[in-house]
C-alpha cells in the first residue's frame, strides 16, 4: 500500500492532483476556526461543552451537527453549516426527478439536461442555507426555543436582528464557496469533493475522541460516572476494526444476477457472452440513516419547546422524554424509519421495468427467466430480498453507537465512530478516492493498492 502512494508522487499530474486536493481541504478548515461576526466564542464553548456532555435530546442534536462540521458549531464558525444544505438540496432534487414529469425529462435529454438539474440544485441549497442560517442565528440568541438550556451568559454581542442577518448572509455564502471548492475537487483533484469534504470534517474530530478515551482510560471512569479501564479502551479498539470491517463489507457487497448476451456478428452469426448485474447489498448507502435521523431532529426539538410553556400540556412533557436520545422509544422510531426509507429509497432509485425493456433491447436476458415483465418482476423480488438484508445490516449499524453511549456511557462525540453515519460515509468515500487513485495508477502501469481483485467505488 505505501509503495502505491509513492507511485502516486511520482505521476506528475496524480501529484498535482493530490496537492490540489489537500490545498482546498486546508482552506475548508480553516473556514471551519474563524467565528461568524458578533459571537461570543467563550460563553458559546462552554455551553456547548456543557449540552453535548449531556444526555439530553439536544445534545445528541447538537452533538451531530458539530461532528458533521468539523467542529465549526463549537465555536460558531463561517463553516457551522458545511456543506450539508447541499446535501440535502440534492436529495430533494434526487427524490423529485422520478415524480415531476419536467425534471425526470431533463434527465434524460442529456449532459444538458443534467446541467440543468444541477443549477436548481444550487438554487434550492441557497434557499436551504437561508432556513438553516436563520434557525442556528436564532437558537444563538435564545437556546431555549429549540429545547436546548439557558446559556450561563450571552452567546453573541450587539443586535440581535443584525446578528441574525449578518450571519444568514455569512453561513450561506460559506456554504456555496464551499460548494464550489467541492466542484473544483471533483474536476481537478482526487475522489468526490463534496463527500470529501464532509469526511475530513469527521475525521478532523477523530483526534479529540481518542484523547477522549485515552483520558477515561487514565481516570477509570466516563463522563457519566461509568466504570472504564485499560483493558475496556483495547477492547473499543477492536471492537472499532470490526465494525469498520463489518461496514466494508455492506459496503461493497452485492449479489450477481447472471446476464446472457445475444449478439449479432459482422458476418451474420449469432454470438453469445455473459455477464453480470451487480445488485448492491446496501444500495440506499447512508441515506435511510440521514433521512431518519433529519426527521427524529423535529420532535426532538419541537416537543421539549412546547413542554418548556408555562401552559403545556402534559402530554409534551411525555413526548419530549420519550424522544431523547437515550430512550429506548427513540431508538424503535429511529429503527423503523431507517428500515422503511431504505426500501423507499430503492423503490424511487431502482426502477426493475426499465431494466428488463433495456435488456430486452439489448437482446439481453437472465438464463431461466423470460423477457419483459417476468424478468422485471424476478429483478424486483431479487432487489427487494437483497435491500432487507442490507437494511437489517444498516439497522445494526446505526444503533451501535447508541448501545456504546446508553450501555457502557461512552461520550456520544466518541460513540459515533464506531457505527452510524460517520462511519459509513468515511468508509465510503475512503473506498471511492482509493479507487480513482488505483485506476490512476493502473493506467499508467504502476501497481495498485491491491496485488489481486480490484477496488470498487461506490457508483459501480
Not at 20 to 43: D, E, Y
Not at 205 to 221: C, F, N, Q, W, Y
Not at 283 to 308: D, K
Not at 444 to 451: E, I, P, S
Request: charged share 10%; net charge positive.
Amino acid at each position: 500500500m505505501w509503495r502505491a502512494f509513492l507511485n502516486a508522487l511520482k505521476v506528475k499530474e496524480l501529484r498535482n492532483r493530490l496537492l490540489f486536493t489537500a490545498l482546498i481541504i486546508v482552506l475548508v478548515r480553516f473556514a471551519s476556526s474563524i467565528p461568524c461576526p458578533g459571537v461570543n466564542p467563550t460563553a458559546l464553548e462552554n455551553f456547548i461543552s456543557d449540552v453535548t456532555a449531556g444526555s439530553s435530546a439536544g445534545g445528541g442534536v447538537m452533538a451531530m451537527i458539530d461532528l458533521f462540521s468539523g467542529g465549526a458549531m463549537t465555536h460558531f464558525a463561517l463553516g457551522a453549516l458545511g456543506i450539508m444544505p447541499y446535501i440535502t438540496a440534492s436529495i430533494i432534487m434526487q427524490l423529485l426527478v422520478p415524480v415531476v414529469p419536467a425534471l425526470e425529462k431533463m434527465q434524460r435529454e442529456g449532459e444538458s439536461g443534467r446541467g440543468k438539474i444541477s443549477q436548481y440544485t444550487r438554487y434550492l441549497t441557497l434557499i436551504v442555507c437561508a432556513v438553516q442560517g436563520m434557525m442556528v442565528a436564532m437558537a444563538m440568541i435564545n437556546p431555549s426555543k429549540i429545547g436546548l438550556p439557558e446559556p450561563g451568559q450571552p452567546l453573541f454581542v450587539g443586535s440581535p436582528v443584525l446578528f441574525i442577518i449578518a450571519n444568514i448572509v455569512v453561513l450561506t455564502c460559506t456554504t456555496m464557496v464551499f460548494t464550489w471548492l467541492g466542484e473544483q475537487i471533483t474536476e481537478r483533484g482526487i475522489g468526490n469533493g463534496v463527500s470529501l469534504i464532509i469526511t475530513i470534517g469527521i475525521v478532523s474530530r477523530m483526534p479529540h475522541s481518542v484523547l477522549e478515551l485515552i483520558d477515561m482510560a487514565m481516570k477509570g471512569t466516563t463522563p457519566s460516572g461509568a466504570s472504564f479501564r485499560p483493558v475496556q479502551l483495547l477492547l473499543l479498539l477492536a471492537v472499532f476494526f470490526i465494525v469498520t470491517a463489518a461496514t466494508i463489507m455492506l459496503s461493497q457487497g452485492y449479489r450477481r444476477i447472471p446476464i446472457q448476451m445475444v449478439r449479432k456478428s459482422s458476418v451474420g452469426r449469432m454470438t453469445d457472452g455473459s455477464t453480470y448485474m451487480p445488485l448492491k447489498v446496501n444500495f440506499a448507502n447512508v441515506m435511510p440513516i440521514i433521512f431518519a435521523g433529519a426527521i427524529l431532529m423535529l420532535p426532538q426539538t419541537l416537543f421539549p419547546a412546547l413542554a418548556s410553556r408555562p401552559d403545556a400540556w402534559h402530554g409534551w412533557v411525555t413526548l419530549a422524554q420519550a424522544f431523547q436520545h437515550d430512550k429506548a422509544t427513540y431508538a424503535i422510531v429511529y429503527g423503523a424509519l431507517i428500515i422503511l426509507f431504505s426500501f423507499f429509497w430503492v423503490a424511487n432509485q431502482f426502477n426493475p421495468l426499465q431494466i428488463a425493456d433495456n435488456l430486452k433491447k439489448e437482446g439481453a436476458y437472465i438464463p431461466g427467466i423470460s423477457p419483459g415483465q417476468p424478468t422485471a418482476d424476478f429483478l424486483d423480488g431479487a432487489m427487494t430480498r437483497v435491500t432487507a438484508g442490507g437494511a437489517v445490516f444498516l439497522l445494526v449499524l446505526a444503533l451501535f453507537p447508541m448501545f456504546l453511549y446508553n450501555t457502557f456511557g461512552i461520550p456520544f462525540m466518541v460513540a459515533q465512530f464506531f457505527g452510524g453515519t460517520s462511519l459509513l460515509i468515511m468508509v465510503g468515500v475512503v473506498l471511492d478516492t482509493m479507487s480513482q487513485l488505483e485506476s490512476h495508477l493502473t493506467v499508467r502501469r504502476y501497481d495498485g493498492f491491491l496485488k489481486s481483485g480490484r477496488l470498487r467505488s461506490r457508483s459501480n
